[in-house]
Structure formats: C-alpha cells, structure tokens
Nanobody, 116 residues
C-alpha cells in the first residue's frame, strides 16, 4: 500500500514563502520520480516541478527562478520551496510519486493561498 502525506500549505502574502512537503510510504517498492502539480478553480491541473531519482529537475516556466524542488531519497520525501509568491500561485497543490511496479500515486492536496 502506497501512502502520501502532504503538508505545508497555507495563507501567505504576496512576496512571501512557503515550503511544501510530501512523504511517501512505499513499502519495498522504490520511487523513480516525484513531482508537484497544482490546480486552481476552473483550471486544469498543471505540472509545477518534477525531480527524478537522479536529481534531474524541470519546472513550469511560470515558477522558474522562484520555486525549487528537492528530494530526500532516504526519507522518500519531496519538497517544494516556493519564494516570491504571487496571487496567481493560489491553487491546490498535489504531489505525485512514481513507484516502480506500482504506477503513479497522488497526494491528498494542500491549499496555497497568496493574498494580502
């Protein structure tokens, strides 16, 4: 049974920072990729950032230079450091984990609201 637990969302003023965490329990199965997606009301879910087991990363153009994705392989945890937040970053953020021989799994989502 694969379980994901997200934390770190909340309300922040424009220009502020938040750090999201997603801890994965995968049993004996290893993880090959981890990422963060977001979905704003009325919009499709979109990729924010992703990182492979080797540490290669990719980012949505809208967050490059402001967000940083990282992972702790020993803890099966992925992080998203979000700086210089803008109102348009407001969304529900979901982590996604790719597990060998098990497929992809999604976290429950955590709300990020950027507002003054």
């Amino acid at each position: 049974q694969v379980q994901l637990v997200e934390s770190g969302g909340g309300l922040v003023q424009p220009g502020g920072s938040l750090r999201l965490s997603c801890a994965a329990s995968t049993g004996i199965f290893s993880i090959y990729a981890m990422g963060w997606y977001r979905q704003a009301p009325g919009k499709q879910r979109e990729l924010v950032a992703a990182i492979t087991s080797g540490g290669s990363t990719n980012y949505a153009d809208s967050v490059k230079g402001r967000f940083t994705i990282s992972r702790d392989n020993a803890k099966n945890t992925v992080y998203l450091q979000m700086n210089s937040l803008k109102p348009e970053d407001t969304a529900a953020y979901y982590c996604k984990v790719g597990v060998h021989a098990r497929g992809d799994y999604w976290g429950q989502g955590t709300q990020v609201t950027v507002s003054s």
